[in-house]
């Protein structure tokens, strides 16, 4: 199997899994720990207002500032912030303050935003056209970046200005944190991705699907004049590493329901069309590491993992143990 990186994503909101129903800080911490132990490359956690069983989660700026004062070694992600929810020169200031604090390990993982009842239930900014939203996203890379590397940073476009702003102290990473870009809109999104990323993440997708996607990012690529292989292909997914064919059976008919009781407002188009036991890496040992093969021949690079078991810690382990040495 080639080379790939495994990371593990924070299940800050309720019924993130079939089998816990509230949010239980200690045992994010607990998992948190043990992924350090165990040689995971980095920890991300999502940005949402409102999301899970009652609308229960864990703010994720905040969840990552406990988590870089636990972690010595992993990473520490959004996947992805939601551009909407924050106006970019004040992410630049959290995001830079946020790689001092843990020693230069940030990412900062953007997107342009797609649930709408979270935005109008907090009075935030909707917009209807996903065009336009992405556009906002990447005035508001332009803006970060100058934030980051500029002593004193102006800015003026259609959607966003700044004036002489200071961010300081500056990022200890140089030029700048990575930036991800997270979707998989193949007309506008994968071309902002070959502009700005410096990493490329989408929800999970087949492996056909995701070989797809990545001829069009580097036709844009070309286009652009940017070199393909300096942007990371990532993906997020799902994982239940099992032996109990019944335990996979329940997990499988409860991911069935899951977008429409814990996610009703996610809409049809971004919702899995595929057979949710086949599109997540779920099976005995053997079967997830065949699906992670498959993957890798896809061309992902780093997989960013939700653990279907949690708070139980065996699938972390199993995947630390007998799958990761030969990655």
Known sequence: ???????????????????????DYPSIRAAVLECER????????????????????????????????I??????GTLVLCNAHRYPSLV??????????????FTCGIGAG???????????????????????????????KRMWTQDRASYEGKYYRIREAVCEPKPLQKPHPPIWIGGGGERLLLKAVAKYADGWNIPAVTPENYGHKLEVLEKHCLEVGRDFGEIEKTLENRILISQDKNEIK?????LESFYVRVFPGIP????????????????NLEECTQKIGEYVDAGVEHLTLYFLDFPSLKS??????????SL
Not at 250 to 254: K, L
């Open 1 to 23: 199997m080639g080379k790939i990186e495994i990371s593990f994503c924070v299940p800050v909101f309720a019924a993130a899994s079939p089998y816990y129903e509230i949010i």
């Open 250 to 254: 329940r997990v499988v008919n409860w």
């Open 92 to 105: 630049a200031k959290m995001a830079a303050t946020l790689d001092v604090i843990s020693g230069g390990r």
């Open 316 to 325: 972390v382990r199993l995947l630390a143990e007998e799958v990761m040495p």
């Open 114 to 144: 797609w649930y709408e009842n979270e935005l109008v239930s907090y009075g935030l900014p909707w917009d209807e056209s996903a065009a336009l939203r992405i556009r906002k996203m990447e005035e508001a890379i332009q803006v970060m």
């Open 71 to 76: 972690t010595e070694k992993m990473r520490l």
């Open 38 to 69: 165990l040689g995971y490359s980095s920890v991300w956690a999502p940005d949402h207002l409102i999301l899970g069983q009652g609308n229960s989660i864990l703010e994720g700026w905040t969840t990552l500032s406990a988590l870089a004062s």
């Open 268 to 283: 049809a188009t971004l919702r899995p069309h595929e057979k949710l036991g086949e599109l997540y890496i779920i099976g």
